[in-house]
């Protein structure tokens, strides 16, 4: 499916994806405009990256098939509200945490409701359509890994795309990453887990990377000995599908050193730190 691809909001989560969309889909950089406020920055990403600076949201919105709404969170409604009528008959795809399909659906019925009131009070005008009938709407989970194709993708399964609109997302982010439809109930553990984990494995290099520098060893050294680690531990689990358990066991030998090791983890509340951290995040989620 041929379409023209926007991004409202430039920053590392859009970068991330246009970055695959132009050098793993192939998308050529024409067929992505992005708009954000700091044309400055816009200017310098758009020749880095390669994608199109719009001059304003509702210039991309007209000129996009698919818009991929990646500002910050509490962004979202001011920025729809100023695009307005120009979101008529596009597809809206939202990254943003904390927003699923029933909350854009409130939010397109208030823009709709507001929309006619300013039509309604000039004479003999014509009732626009309503946004929330006209604007098809998918929310996805990324991770900042989908820049190098690795990325993982939550996609809610509630969602007003066409089916050719739907395969034609599905199919773009597939090659970026794994693909995993979940319930929008789920969307919100689902993203704590996937969104968030990138910057909790981030930690984890650089702790072992501080022991590793501690014992001699070079950091850059360290935290390319470790990264890679991290990579072939996570490639094994998803390759052989064994429970973690038992691949731990592998490399736990009787009285051996690793075991030690797990022993110290354990005394310092490693898996209940990394509980803490969803539970933390679910937390702040509900303020
Ligand atoms: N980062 C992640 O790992 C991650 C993971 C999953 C989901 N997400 C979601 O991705 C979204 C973006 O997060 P991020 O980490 O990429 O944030 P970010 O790096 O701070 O980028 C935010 C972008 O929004 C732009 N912006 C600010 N005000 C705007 C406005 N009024 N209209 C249009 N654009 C505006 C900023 O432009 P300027 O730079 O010009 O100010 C910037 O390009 C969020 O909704 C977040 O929940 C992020």
Request: aromatic residues 6%; negative net charge; hydrophobic residues 45%.
């Amino acid at each position: 499916m041929k379409m023209k691809i926007g991004f409202i909001g430039m920053g590392n989560m859009a970068q991330a994806l246009c970055e695959g969309f132009i050098n793993t889909c192939n998308i050529p950089g024409t067929d992505i405009l992005a708009y954000a406020p700091h044309r400055d920055k816009l200017e310098s990403n758009a020749k880095r990256i390669g994608f199109t600076p719009a001059d304003s949201p509702v210039a991309l919105a007209e000129a996009s098939d698919m818009i991929f709404i990646a500002c910050k969170p509490y962004q979202i409604e001011q920025v729809l509200g100023e695009i307005g009528e120009a979101l008529s008959g596009k597809a809206l795809v939202s990254v943003a945490a904390g927003w699923d399909y029933n909350r854009f659906s409130y939010l397109l019925a208030s823009l709709s409701v507001s929309l006619r009131a300013e039509t309604d009070s000039e004479e003999d005008a014509e009732e626009p359509e309503a946004l929330i009938d006209t604007v098809r709407v998918q929310c996805i989970m990324p991770n900042t890994p989908a820049m190098v194709g690795e990325g993982v993708f939550l996609v809610e399964q509630e969602n007003s795309l066409t089916p050719e609109e739907r395969e034609a997302l599905l199919f773009l982010l597939s090659a970026l990453g794994l693909v995993h439809e979940l319930p929008s109930s789920l969307m919100g553990i689902g993203g704590a887990l996937t969104g968030c984990s990138p910057a909790f494995v981030d930690l984890l290099l650089e702790a072992y990377g501080d022991a590793a520098v501690k014992y001699g060893i070079p950091r850059a050294d360290a935290y390319r000995l470790i990264a890679q680690s991290v990579l072939g531990s996570a490639k094994l689990a998803l390759e052989t599908g064994e429970h973690p358990g038992v691949l731990k066991d592998r490399v736990c030998s009787p009285a051996g050193t690793t075991i030690c090791g797990v022993q110290a983890l354990e005394k310092n509340g490693f898996r209940a730190a990394c509980m803490a951290s969803i539970d933390a995040i679910m937390e702040k989620k509900k303020s």
